[in-house]
């Protein structure tokens, strides 16, 4: 309805605390804002196998409509790195956060927290990351070490890009 200068456009309403909140869903690294609810490997593999495999392959292998989500270790040093969950991901938590946000793409957000859970601990049973017993939770998802960890670093050293080291506070370029 109105631009940064005031203009309004004679179309659209300020969105409401209540649709605000609705995609107030972020997740963070350190695991805060992930719901209560539990999942399993095994309650990951029938989950993935009705609403995943049809995009993402059998066992996240990939197709040509959908990125592999499994593989790829051992390739972000070469000319055709694959970037899975399992190779380039720095946090099981945004695995969480990208399922819970997006997937199944033809009904984002409408998996419950324990379904979120399951899939989250499939996937990285798929990738050699958590064993088959497995159960993820508000406590043991963030505490998950990826294969990729250690390869992003924070604050951004890179000169033409702005500190968000801080998320709470607004950010400002860095010299």
């Not at 309004?8 to 609810?37: H, N, R, S, Y």
């Not at 505490?143 to 500190?163: C, E, L, Q, W, Y």
């Amino acid at each position: 309805m109105f631009t940064d200068n005031g203009q309004t456009f004679g179309f659209g309403k300020p969105a409401t605390e209540a649709e605000i909140a609705g995609w107030d869903i972020a997740i963070q690294p350190d695991g805060t804002g992930l719901p209560p609810g539990s999942g399993t490997v095994k309650e990951g593999e029938a989950l993935f196998a009705r609403l995943g495999a049809k995009c993402h392959g059998a066992k996240g292998e990939g197709t040509a409509s959908a990125p592999a989500l499994v593989g790829g270790a051992g390739t972000l040093n070469t000319d055709k790195p694959l970037k899975t969950v399992g190779s380039y991901w720095p946090y099981a938590t945004t695995l969480y956060d990208f399922i819970h946000r997006a997937m199944p793409a033809d009904r984002p957000q409408s998996l419950q927290p324990s379904e979120v859970y399951a899939l989250c601990a499939y996937l990285l049973h798929l990738n050699g990351i958590v064993p088959e017993d497995a159960v993820m939770d508000a406590q043991t998802l963030p505490k998950v070490i990826m294969p990729n960890h250690a390869g992003f670093t924070s604050p951004d050293p890179r000169p033409d890009v702005f500190d968000t080291l801080d998320v709470t506070l607004p950010a400002t370029a860095t010299s």
